[in-house]
């Protein structure tokens, strides 16, 4: 780690494919930290099992997932990108933190509420204590600032807390992050529900479009897209189908809306769907076909997550000796 550069954390669950709204909205802009930060981008495939897993497709989504970063533009060896659950110092450090959260803090999680509502036949342990594993893995890398949408900003700021409180204990162990919001990328809704934001959670598999989807699924699900009568191409809030469409087709081209509007005034539904979907094909196809050809090497990319573990190991294990010191565990 370059001391005079900030350190940025960056995590994300291996629960299946990504889809065009993430992508869009904030993993495409993941890259841009690299050139002014020492980043840290992780696979968090412990989080994800809060919810019960298929063993075999889970170890199938973090390596796909993990070569899917490569694809965005993470760069392997400036960068540290690795698997959560190939560094132990993680869970270790997590369980020291869950002795440093309040049972209340953990309580008033927000996502905590809406997970145990919709999996309501498995409210475990871990899925209320997980902030605090999203604690230990921000702090242990001394990280300085968490790019996140608005919905886990609650998350950095328990870690937060959760680093102030153990200072003021032991002294200056974990440097404070700070949560930044980044820039906004394209809010994508859903194809068939328009009003809901894209979630491959959803039913209907029309609804989303995945990343490593085939280019004849993506166009099949853009003529598939739900619009209006109107059959005008228009932005506007009383078209909330056309104006995602607009957003999707401006978000892959670098057009505005104004350009879209002008350029296909005259013309109905049956000419604009089709050119969404293929230039989100041609948008996607540099990252599928990227994603493919690693994960067509599953030796290299053992080799490059292997090699992620140890650079974030190295880093972690440090934290963690400091820690154990501190709170007067005998020396390993």
Request: proline share 5%; hydrophobic share 40%; net charge negative.
């Amino acid at each position: 780690m370059n001391k005079d550069r900030k350190v940025s954390f960056s995590g994300i669950q291996p629960s299946g494919n990504i889809t065009l709204g993430n992508y869009m909205g904030a993993l495409r802009y993941w890259p841009t930290y690299q050139d002014d930060c020492d980043c840290v981008y992780c696979v968090v495939d412990e989080h994800a099992i809060t919810v019960r897993q298929d063993p075999a497709a889970l170890r199938h989504h973090a390596l796909e997932l993990f070569a899917q970063l490569i694809a965005c533009g993470i760069d392997p060896q400036r960068s540290i990108l690795f698997v959560q659950s190939q560094v132990p110092a993680h869970a270790e450090l997590a369980w020291v933190l869950n002795c440093f959260t309040m049972f209340g803090e953990l309580s008033r999680m927000t996502q905590f509420k809406e997970k145990s509502a919709s999996h309501a036949d498995n409210i475990n342990a871990g899925l209320f204590t997980y902030p605090s594993l999203m604690a230990a893995d921000i702090l242990l890398y001394q990280t300085d600032i968490v790019p996140v949408g608005e919905d886990q900003k609650q998350h950095v700021e328990l870690a937060r807390d959760i680093a102030q409180r153990f200072n003021g204990v032991f002294g200056d162990v974990f440097t404070i992050p700070e949560a930044v919001i980044p820039k906004v990328g394209a809010r994508v809704m859903s194809l068939s529900e328009p009003e809901k934001k894209m979630s491959k959670s959803s039913d209907n598999e029309n609804s989303y479009i995945l990343v490593m989807d085939t280019p004849d699924a993506i166009m099949r699900k853009f003529k598939r897209a739900v619009t209006d009568s109107d059959a005008c191409v228009r932005k506007s809030p009383d078209k909330p189908g056309v104006s995602n469409l607009i957003d999707i087709y401006c978000a892959a081209t670098g057009a505005t809306a104004e350009e879209v509007e002008r350029q296909f005034e005259g013309k109905g539904y049956g000419d604009f769907k089709p050119a969404v979907g293929e230039a989100v094909v041609e948008f996607l196809r540099p990252v599928r076909e990227e994603t493919e050809r690693l994960m067509a090497d599953k030796g290299e990319l053992e080799r490059l997550y292997r090699l992620g573990a140890e650079k974030a190991a190295h880093v972690a294990n440090r934290t963690l000796m400091k820690v154990h010191k501190k709170l007067g565990f005998l020396p390993r």
